[in-house]
DNA sequence: CATAGTGTTCGATCCTTGTCGTACAGTTAT
DNA sequence: ATAACTGTACGACAAGGATCGAACACTATG
């Protein structure tokens, strides 16, 4: 039988359907979260752990940057071991709002 | 003959295509400015003075709020006698920013 | 001219938040 | 068990920006 581990168990994720518009465009208004973004939307789902991706801050502020992708409801994280993987949640945020990640993530600075 | 008053001459506007997506989303992630864009979109350009808009600010504030609303590309004012009128600037930002308008400002918060 | 109205500019203040170091918890490997 | 690795939690700090009052410039009106 599989179990959940503690760490896990402490893993919520919201409704991007309960997602205010503005904790959307809060999230979506800082370049280190875009860049996590970008780089879940050109890989497939569930390869890329927090530590694999390139930032230009510490890993503390990396996993701030990670809980607020994930309370605004534009990631979904998951306990693999000591890993953390990371899904873009590009359906479910598309249909909160639409338009909104490609106009901010499929498109340059 | 008509000549441009002083106060006008002052009154720079960019280019929507010249500003970077860092500035569009730090324009829209403000509920006063949205609000301020949501009124523009529901009236017919150059109606609505600065005054006229219903804000939770103070003057001094809303004044800023414009001035970052304009040099985000998003509105453009003109003078008229005392009153500083506004226009959305619709099509130039959509053409810059395809679907950023529609996902923030034609939707409730 | 004097007064009222519209909007900007300038400091000052306050609050949010991005950042980091450190400590900690859980996992994996030796 | 010990060590290395992954990620979070907490406290502290600094920077940015939203806010306001007051002073100012310009316009309109008496």
Redesign the interface.
Request: net charge negative.
């Given at each position: 039988m599989v179990v959940e581990s503690a760490r896990a168990r402490t893993l919520s994720h919201v409704d991007p359907a309960e997602v205010?518009?503005?904790t959307a465009?809060?999230a979506?208004?800082d370049?280190v979260r875009r860049s996590i973004l970008r780089d879940l939307a050109s890989h497939d789902d569930w390869t890329r752990a927090c530590g694999t991706f390139d930032l230009p801050v510490k890993k503390a502020t990396a996993s701030h940057h990670f809980a607020v992708l994930r309370s605004a409801g534009l990631i979904e994280q998951r306990d693999e071991g000591a890993r953390r993987l990371n899904r873009l949640r590009r359906e479910e945020f598309d249909r909160s709002?639409?338009?909104?990640l490609?106009?901010?993530v499929d498109?340059?600075?």
């Open positions: 205010p518009l503005q465009l809060d979506l208004a370049p709002f639409p338009g909104l490609s106009a901010t498109r340059a600075d």
